[in-house]
């Protein structure tokens, strides 16, 4: 079989093992305008509803937190978007009682070394399984043609002939197109080009089983056609590199990022319900991170009739959908 599937081809992947342990439920506070996560943990309990894990929070060059990715999880179906720039990943998930094995789908945003070499580590982690006959079923990369073609190219020159041999019997490049919908899981995901002028990156519109809309917006602020993509979703997850105080420190607009300032304002003019936040320096102490960016996000949205729920997770925290 080829490793780059035709653009027509739809694999669904229903063999995956039972749930090995049941899902962290997170607890919300409310504040006066937004309702954030604590990031303490609920009592364990075996419900299954979709819930969004969030593996890492950090931007490029974070030490502090790992590079922002996350998974989506309704039960055994697991959506994993980007995968941070190392084997820190393989660690984000084992904290969060996640078995590289159940893992079937993952999409890569863009080529940047933060969001991909994660990728990397996956592979050669479940083309020792997948070559020992302890993997089942297939795993799927789905992006454009560019990022699929950048991991290719690095798993041909670091993995071993025998586990490379993997892509394209067990592991396999899905390119999609901007526009195009996909039956992933069972999620109907439509993907879209965020518009950025360093690389070329994609986001999604995801349909959650609730009936509910997520939208991931990728990692730069948001052009025209992307707000309007993602105007009245229940759930936009977007970058921000830091407090509006702060961006004399961050030099946000030089980096080609967001504040709070736009994102909260952004975010209420798109009747945004909840915004999750990220990507973000790791210089504050992680302490008191969360309090400051939610504190600013109240001084943004005083006033707003209905402003949406605000998010700042930290790594490791799980967010009911």
Known sequence: MPKFLPHSVNC??????????????????????????????????????????????????????????FLIRDGDELFLTDTGGGNGLLKRLRDMDIAPEDIHHVFLSHAHMDHCLGALW????????????????????????????????MCNMMLRPKFYRMIGKYIFFEAVQPGETRQIASWSVTFFDIGSKKTL???????????????????????????????NTDWLLREVLCCHADEGQFHAYE???????????????????????????????????????????????????????????????????
């Not at 990031?39 to 819930?51: F, L, N, P, S, Y």
């Not at 993997?135 to 990022?147: A, D, I, K, M, P």
């Not at 990156?201 to 009936?211: A, E, F, I, P």
């Not at 967001?258 to 302490?287: F, G, I, P, Y």
């Open 122 to 153: 996956l592979i050669r982690v479940l083309s020792v399984k997948m070559q020992a006959g302890h993997y089942n079923g297939t795993l799927s990369f789905y992006g454009h043609r560019e990022v699929l073609d950048t991991v290719d190219a």
């Open 201 to 231: 990156q994609y986001g999604y519109t995801l349909r959650l089983h609730s009936d509910r809309t997520l939208v991931f917006a990728g990692d730069e602020p948001l052009k025209p056609h992307t707000a309007e993509i993602g105007r």
């Open 12 to 69: 669904l992947h229903n063999s995956v093992r039972a749930q090995a342990q049941a899902d962290r439920l997170q607890t919300d506070h409310v504040s006066p305008i937004i309702i954030a996560e604590t990031g303490t943990d609920a009592k364990r309990r075996e419900i299954k509803m979709e819930q969004l894990y969030v593996l890492g929070t950090g931007n490029a060059t974070s030490v502090e937190a790992f590079n922002t990715c």
């Open 255 to 321: 980096k080609k990022h967001a504040t709070m300032k736009e994102a909260c304002m952004e975010s209420a003019d798109m009747q945004v319900k909840n915004a999750v936040l990220w990507h973000l320096e790791d210089r504050t102490d992680k302490k008191i991170r969360k309090g400051k960016y939610l504190a600013e996000a109240n001084q943004w949205l005083s006033g707003v009739p209905e402003p949406p729920v605000v998010h700042v997770p930290d790594d490791g925290d799980i967010l009911t959908l």
